[in-house]
């Protein structure tokens, strides 16, 4: 999509859409909205909508900050303590390793 033909009141909405869409478990629209918007939220000189731009990019990299650092976490503590989980942890699996941990 080509960001240059929108006009700022369609740009606003569609930042909007994909902040408001990441709260749906989809951080990859976070990603998307901080990439694509990036320049015209800091870049481009100002003009009307551009304050909210700034604010639903920010706040989507915060997210997404927030989102990586929450499942990096879990993966971390999973991958370290499955084994001693017993049950729990293979019942947590979506496949069950094979072997001695």
């Given amino acids: ?8 009141e369609e740009k606003l909405t569609l930042c909007r859409k994909y902040y408001l869409g990441g709260f749906a478990c989809l951080p990859f ?16 000189p100002t003009y009307t909508e551009q304050t909210q731009i700034k604010t639903y990019v920010k706040r989507s990299a915060l997210g997404l900050l927030l989102w990586v650092t929450v ?31």
Avoid: C
């Avoid at 999509?1 to 700022?8: A, D, I, T």
């Avoid at 629209?29 to 481009?44: I, R």
């Avoid at 699996?93 to 001695?100: E, K, Q, R």
């Fill in 29 to 44: 629209l976070w990603l998307v909205n901080v990439v694509w918007f990036f320049k015209e939220a800091f870049v481009k």
């Fill in 71 to 101: 499942l990096t976490t879990w993966i971390t503590i999973y991958q370290h303590f499955r084994a001693q989980w017993g049950e729990v942890g293979d019942y947590l699996s979506f496949t069950i390793p094979l072997g001695t941990p």
């Fill in 1 to 8: 999509m080509n960001l240059e033909r929108l006009p700022n």
